[in-house]
């Protein structure tokens, strides 16, 4: 048991809720239904029996215990009845949302970060290959855990600012363009280098904002900083 639902525990996922979900789940799936994501509450305070949210090939389904964990409700919702997917990320985790076309608004909030990220990658990858008309893809893999802005309200919730627009801090033109070398070299030594050391420094400020928010890889924030401090 504990081989099959291994590749469910990357993202701080509670073991004993995989566990009881996947073996309640195996009677529940439908002929070629596979589980391609599963997220666990992961409340502040101490959560005895967490709330879940499994993504298969074919639907979305609400997993939650009830008479201190002995039974569980599931309520599904296929993929051609979901028409808005949402996450708003908040201090103490993300809340998970969607709506369906007869206006239902399902939501699950204490969802770690990064498995809320990924739920909403596997959601709109659902979301598009129903809406290209292709067949759904059994167990898809979710290889990208950055948060798509098109189609989605993201809203993330600092201690001292709350960030909706990432247009603000994003900068007009990258340092790194698709011109060739020389060229994006030359452009950009200009550019910075008419910038006076405040401005220099709300730059990289910007840039490690985006960096908090899961905008942009450590790698490329290790670029542009090194190449704004080349400047100050």
């Given at each position: 048991?504990?081989?099959?639902?291994?590749?469910?525990?990357?993202?701080?996922?509670?073991?004993?809720?995989?566990?009881?979900?996947?073996?309640?789940?195996?009677?529940?799936?439908?002929?070629?239904?596979?589980?391609?994501?599963?997220?666990?509450?992961?409340?502040?305070?101490?959560?005895?029996?967490?709330?879940?949210?499994?993504?298969?090939?074919?639907?979305?389904?609400?997993?939650?215990?009830?008479?201190?964990?002995?039974?569980m409700d599931f309520t599904d919702y296929?993929?051609?009845?979901?028409?808005?997917?949402?996450?708003?990320?908040?201090?103490?985790?993300?809340?998970?949302?969607?709506?369906?076309?007869?206006?239902?608004?399902?939501?699950?909030?204490?969802?770690?970060?990064?498995?809320?990220?990924?739920?909403?990658?596997?959601?709109?990858?659902?979301?598009?290959?129903?809406?290209?008309?292709?067949?759904?893809?059994?167990?898809?893999?979710?290889?990208?855990?950055?948060?798509?802005?098109?189609?989605?309200?993201?809203?993330?919730?600092?201690?001292?600012?709350?960030?909706?627009?990432?247009?603000?801090?994003?900068?007009?033109?990258?340092?790194?363009?698709?011109?060739?070398?020389?060229?994006?070299?030359s452009n950009t030594e200009k550019q910075?280098?008419?910038?006076?050391?405040?401005?220099?420094?709300?730059?990289?400020?910007?840039?490690?904002?985006?960096?908090?928010?899961?905008?942009?890889?450590?790698?490329?924030?290790?670029?542009?900083?090194?190449?704004?401090?080349?400047?100050?």
């Amino acid at each position: 048991m504990k081989e099959q639902i291994k590749k469910f525990l990357n993202e701080e996922q509670d073991l004993k809720a995989i566990e009881k979900i996947t073996s309640k789940l195996n009677d529940l799936l439908m002929k070629n239904e596979e589980i391609g994501y599963i997220g666990v509450q992961k409340k502040p305070a101490l959560t005895v029996f967490p709330e879940s949210i499994v993504l298969t090939n074919k639907r979305i389904i609400i997993c939650k215990p009830k008479n201190l964990g002995l039974s569980m409700d599931f309520t599904d919702y296929t993929w051609d009845e979901i028409v808005g997917t949402f996450v708003k990320e908040n201090i103490l985790g993300s809340e998970f949302s969607f709506s369906t076309k007869t206006d239902i608004q399902v939501s699950i909030d204490y969802i770690p970060k990064i498995q809320a990220r990924k739920i909403y990658t596997f959601a709109k990858e659902q979301l598009d290959i129903l809406k290209n008309g292709a067949t759904p893809i059994a167990n898809a893999v979710i290889e990208s855990a950055v948060v798509e802005s098109e189609g989605v309200e993201l809203v993330e919730e600092v201690e001292t600012e709350e960030v909706t627009d990432f247009a603000e801090i994003m900068p007009v033109t990258s340092p790194f363009s698709e011109t060739t070398p020389e060229n994006n070299f030359s452009n950009t030594e200009k550019q910075l280098g008419e910038l006076s050391n405040e401005e220099l420094f709300e730059k990289l400020q910007n840039y490690k904002k985006l960096l908090d928010n899961g905008l942009i890889l450590q790698g490329e924030y290790d670029a542009y900083k090194k190449e704004i401090l080349s400047f100050m």
